[in-house]
């Protein structure tokens, strides 16, 4: 079955360019979970519908950001969000983040295949040179995660975000495209 | 799979994902394990690669989503 949007597929996922249609659904939502916001370091505050789709519309129009959706091959899903932002032509950079919204689809698998497809696209397709990624020192999930892609960690910032009641510190991970092409976690990507 | 690597990656898994060992089964899946959520599940893959000394590469990676899937790819591995 052809696949709305679809942008880079893989085995499990598919990245797609979001739509108005993917608002609706429980995108705006994860903004409102707590634990979601306070790891990603996002300011608590309620999030609608109507905001989703004036971000998604700010999205469109800034050049410097490529948001994507994650969804699942078999059914179209959407599970999360993983963008590339920053994005500096004359540096060849970019700053990656991803958010895996779905509680059902927290095990792991989907995000370490978004990610790669993502570093994947940044590196080889749009040429970039280096992608960064900034994560609290407590979420262990994005250590592991970009630990096992082959990304290394290049520094600590630290009390650089405030995390429930206090000021904690952030990591800086990076992988740079000569690394990356020598990688054995290279995807290939499902529609080409 | 030899009784003693079976031994060790049930070990593994054990204190990667947080369950004891006697409900690692060969109908272990990410599906069915509350435990097998992201931080355990990658902390399962760091686990395996430092224990048995190996590199998982981006296609067997993504196969790990079971223990059969695990002990296939794993035998794979070991025997290069």
């Not at chain 2, 109908?27 to 686990?47: E, G, H």
Request: with cysteine; glycine share 4%; net charge positive.
């Amino acid at each position: 079955m052809k696949k709305k949007n679809l942008f880079i597929k893989g085995s499990s996922v598919y990245l797609s360019y979001p739509s108005s249609a993917d608002v609706g659904k429980d995108w705006y939502d994860w903004f409102n979970d707590d634990e979601i916001n306070s790891l990603v370091g996002k300011y608590p505050w309620p999030n609608s519908k109507s905001d989703q789709k004036k971000y998604l519309d700010d999205v469109r129009r800034n050049k410097d950001r490529l948001l994507l959706g994650v969804k699942i091959l078999k059914n179209s899903k959407m599970i999360g969000v993983i963008s590339l932002s920053k994005l500096n032509s004359h540096h060849r950079s970019a700053e990656s983040s991803i958010i895996i919204g779905n509680s059902k689809y927290k095990n792991g698998i989907y995000a370490l295949e978004a990610l790669a497809l993502l570093t994947e696209f940044g590196l080889t397709r749009l040429n970039l040179n280096r992608i960064f990624s900034s994560t609290l020192l407590i979420n262990k999930n994005a250590h592991n995660l970009n630990k096992i892609l082959g990304w290394r960690k290049v520094g600590t910032c630290k009390k650089s975000h405030y995390y429930k009641g206090q000021y904690v510190d952030s990591v800086i991970y990076e992988i740079l495209k000569e690394n990356w092409i020598k990688s054995n976690k290279r995807p290939s990507f499902g529609n080409e | 799979m030899k009784n003693k690597i079976e031994d060790l990656l049930k070990t593994i898994i054990s204190k990667s994902l947080k369950i004891p060992k006697k409900k690692i089964n060969p109908y272990l899946k990410a599906s069915n394990c509350k435990n097998w959520d992201s931080l355990n599940f990658l902390t399962l893959i760091s686990n395996l690669e430092k224990k048995f000394k190996i590199k998982f590469n981006y296609k067997e990676m993504i196969m790990l989503d079971s223990y059969k899937n695990i002990i296939k790819v794993l035998n794979k591995k070991i025997k290069k």
